[in-house]
């Protein structure tokens, strides 16, 4: 098990459009705004990949489902979620 944010291909959706349909179905929050922070190659030199990072404010209204991830893709997803300080330190400590 690992600790890990949203995330998902972006298959024919473009990288907005689908951070907010991974925040969905992973969280069960229905994120309507998001602000791109930053871009980055998943591993310069070898692989094209480009990688997106997104951040979003949510509230208990936003709620719509357990989330968890979809079944018939096979995702196992407990939702954690961590103040700004506990989930830095974290980062800290690895």
């Known amino acids: 098990m690992l600790i890990e944010t949203c995330a998902g291909l972006l298959d024919e959706n473009n990288a907005e ?3 907010k349909k ?3 179905e ?3 929050y229905k994120i309507d705004k998001v602000e791109k922070i930053f871009e980055a190659y998943m591993s310069p030199g070898s692989v094209t990949e480009v990688l997106y990072f997104f951040m979003a404010e949510y509230s208990d209204a ?3 489902s357990e989330g968890g991830g979809l079944e018939h893709e096979q995702e196992n997803i407990e939702v954690l979620e961590l103040n700004f300080n506990d989930a830095y330190a974290m980062i800290g400590s690895g």
Request: aromatic share 0%.
């Open 22 to 24: 991974e925040a969905e």
């Open 26 to 28: 992973e969280t069960g």
């Open 17 to 19: 459009d689908c951070i």
């Open 62 to 64: 936003m709620k719509v």
